[in-house]
T-cell receptor, first 113, second 112 residues
């Protein structure tokens, strides 16, 4: 079974631009979550989508948004990029079992200059 | 979601057993305890999950005392490739684990 895939793997943007990151979950997984990882703040939860609906949301500004499509693929968008948005963005899909463990993708390394 | 406390770092040598303890005093009745492993520039990887007593799989064991206010991840006979950051998480209410709250984790360094 293929794992979680994220595209692109690396991205360089300038301040003020916007960016869209994509995530394809493991087949059969309906929950997709997004996380931001920086050296200073560690791993922080952004939001979770389940069946095209946002189920949970972390404490991030409205510049960060996401959506999920009917095939469970998900995208996240960051508008008006700031230098502090430079981070590794991780996507994870949850197993539809009682334990619900998450499977993470390799991440997208975003650099804002 | 319950807050967790674990050591910032630990050192070990190849072949030793490593035990990482996590404190979660405010764990709720229906919270699960889950451990993840992360290598640099990669996403975290699920290691093990438990609710009470002891759970064992092919890579680790998880010990949970009766009061569930702490848990211990046990890695038998570690190797250099076990050098990573290990995160203890509490919550999830069983199947719903989409909003994981990660702490700082424990950076395990395994030396030859």
């Amino acid at each position: 079974k293929a794992g979680v895939t994220q595209t692109p793997r690396y991205l360089i943007k300038t301040r003020g631009q916007q960016v869209t990151l994509s995530c394809s979950p493991i087949s059969g997984h309906r929950s997709v979550s997004w996380y931001q990882q920086t050296p200073g703040q560690g791993l922080q939860f952004l939001f979770e989508y389940f069946s095209e609906t946002q189920r949970n949301k972390g404490n991030f500004p409205g510049r960060f948004s996401g959506r999920q499509f009917s095939n469970s693929r998900s995208e996240m968008n960051v508008s008006t990029l700031e230098l502090g948005d430079s981070a590794l963005y991780l996507c994870a899909s949850s197993s539809p079992t009682e334990t619900g463990e998450q499977y993470f993708g390799p991440g997208t390394r975003l650099t804002v200059t | 979601l319950a807050k967790t406390t674990q050591p910032i770092s630990m050192d070990s040598y190849e072949g030793q057993e490593v035990n990482i303890t996590c404190s979660h005093n405010n764990i709720a009745t229906n919270d699960y305890i889950t451990w993840y492993q992360q290598f640099p520039s990669q996403g975290p990887r699920f290691i093990i999950q438990g609710y009470k007593t002891k759970v064992t799989n092919e890579v680790a064991s998880l010990f949970i005392p009766a009061d569930r206010k702490s848990s211990t991840l046990s890695l038998p006979r570690v190797s250099l490739s076990d050098t990573a950051v290990y995160y203890c998480l509490v919550g999830g209410h069983g199947g719903s684990q989409g909003n994981l709250i990660f702490g700082k984790g424990t950076k395990l360094s395994v030396k030859p």
